[in-house]
């Protein structure tokens, strides 16, 4: 088996099941949690983002599950040959318009589902012919809440800015145009405002 | 040249000097609420700064062995913190301006936890994780300014300390207590885990935590909340050295005291091939010296004028660092 990522999260390992290119999706011991704290965390992530990646199918593009080990905490799944979102923008492959669209397009329709990702990243969206995948669903949620949904659209924004900051406000204001959700999107605003330096 | 560096964002006056090579004085006091276990009180503490500014200052010329007239320049800093608070450090600094007829220069606080510790440990690019009582940010440098890649989305995690503390009716700053008390806790009990990419929040497991459970020793509750709060920071922390793929990693803030954290930290960046850092224990916490080295470090943004900042973001510094 040949390793081809070693994140924070996970590690993650080229195989084949039945004939398909596959990836493990193992997540590791933390040496600095403690055991018991670390295992319940490994584990709960672990089934709930089979889960997810099952239930949010009906909006976005997902890998194929094909098994899950909750002992090893390890998820076997289809393997999206394309290049992560994160690389296209650094070079410029991406049209920062239409980009934008489509991520605020697809995360209307995951949203609708009472579906929110909470881990939403460039590195975590993949293009593969033509068409996103979203991938890592370990801390994806179902929740009907307006203030979480507003929290995961911060996340990817507040990623956005940090990393993509050069193309940041075309991709985000495509991308908050074509979301639409105006109860969503003023609670956001409200989010930001909240004073976080009132004390120290 | 030797710079004045003024810090009174919060509980903390502290006056520092400092040349360009190093730190020649560090003096402080702290305010403490007069209700004992209650938080901050703005006035009070502005207050508190008012009428111990000359005498801290007055300490810090006599360790550093010289004369207010030999003062180069003055440092302060000017945001982000309590509004009444940052008044007494800007008048101080614009009296001291004009006095001795030297410039001012503004420093962002949180910029000057970070520079005092590039200082002190020699770290040269390094992902910060900035913990204090009201500030928890993860940030780094990228193209002239530091971005912040997650933080906190509701209370600072001191606070959260705090606030939890005093469920257990211990006196504040909660957190040398919380973690004392942690060291004899044994039995891990889950509590709310929350973490949203890079990014934390802290209140639901306050909130839990602080439900006194009659079934649980104080320290057990200690060691569960610990365990999980920590966990939860070094999680985004190793999220955020991933994604950045730096090679140090620097803890700063009062937070940084906390020796646990100091412990998971070390271990998280041995995974990443990464190297931990930590400043010296009297530049962890709120203090002057780290304002009187930043201002050296940014001389060049000197003036006569400047006003208070109270919500002034990191990544809105900009760091045009000449030579010196």
């Known amino acids: ?200 | 040249m030797k710079c004045l560096g003024i810090e009174s964002t919060a509980h903390t006056l502290g006056i520092g000097i400092s040349t360009p090579e190093r730190v020649i004085a560090n003096e402080k006091s702290v305010y403490k609420p007069k209700e004992e276990g209650k938080g901050i009180i703005p006035r009070e503490a502005a207050e508190h700064h008012r009428k111990t500014k000359e005498k801290v200052m007055e300490r810090a010329l006599k360790k550093a062995n010289m004369e207010k007239e030999e003062i180069d320049l003055i440092a302060v800093a000017n945001g982000p913190g309590l509004p009444p608070c940052l008044l007494e450090g800007v008048e101080f600094a614009k009296k001291l301006s004009k006095e001795l007829n030297v410039k001012i220069v503004p420093v962002n606080h949180c910029i000057g936890h970070i520079e005092i510790g590039k200082k002190d440990t020699g770290a040269k690019d390094p992902l910060v994780q900035y913990v204090s009582g009201g500030n928890t940010q993860i940030l780094s440098r990228s193209e002239g300014k530091y971005r912040v890649y997650g933080e906190t989305l509701d209370i600072g995690i001191g606070n959260a300390f705090d606030k939890f503390a005093r469920s257990l009716n211990l006196k504040m700053p909660g957190g040398p207590k919380i973690m004392k008390l942690a060291e004899k806790g044994k039995k891990y009990e889950k509590l709310p885990y929350t973490v949203k990419g890079m990014d934390l929040s802290f209140s639901g497991l306050v909130t839990e935590a602080s439900k006194n459970k009659e079934e649980m020793s104080k320290e057990d509750l200690a060691y569960s909340f610990q365990e999980t709060i920590l966990s939860m920071l070094v999680e985004v922390t190793e999220r955020a050295m991933a994604h950045t793929k730096k090679k140090e990693l620097l803890l700063t803030g009062g937070v940084a005291l906390n020796t646990r954290l100091r412990e998971m930290n070390e271990k998280m960046a041995e995974e990443h091939d990464a190297s931990f850092h930590v400043p010296k224990n009297e530049h962890c916490g709120d203090n002057g010296a780290m304002i009187a080295y930043t201002g050296i470090k940014f001389k060049e943004k000197a003036g006569k004028k400047i006003d208070i900042n109270p919500k002034w973001r990191t990544n809105q510094y900009e760091l045009k660092i000449k030579k010196q």
């Open chain 1, 1 to 200: 088996m040949e390793t081809i990522y070693k994140g924070a999260e996970a590690t993650l390992y080229r195989n084949t099941y039945l004939g398909q290119k596959t990836i493990e999706k193992e997540r590791k011991p933390k040496k600095y949690r403690i055991e018991e704290l670390d295992k319940k965390i490994r584990e709960k992530r672990t089934i709930s983002e089979a889960r997810m990646i099952k239930k949010a199918r009906k909006a976005v593009k997902t890998p194929y599950i094909f098994g899950i080990d909750p002992e090893k905490s390890k998820i076997t799944m289809e393997e999206i040959e394309g290049e992560t979102l994160k690389k296209r923008i650094e070079k410029e492959k991406e049209d920062e318009e239409k980009t934008g669209k489509e991520i605020g397009g697809l995360l209307k329709k995951l949203h609708s589902l009472d579906i929110v990702h909470n881990d939403l990243t460039t590195s975590n969206i993949i293009r593969k012919d033509n068409e996103l995948y979203f991938i890592d669903f370990g801390l994806s949620e179902k929740t009907s809440k307006t203030e979480d949904k507003a929290m995961d659209l911060l996340v990817f924004k507040k990623m956005l800015k940090s990393t993509h900051w050069k193309q940041f406000k075309e991709i985000w204001s495509n991308l908050k145009e074509e979301y639409g959700n105006k109860k969503v999107l003023n609670r956001l605003k409200k989010i930001e405002k909240r004073a976080r330096y009132t004390v120290k």
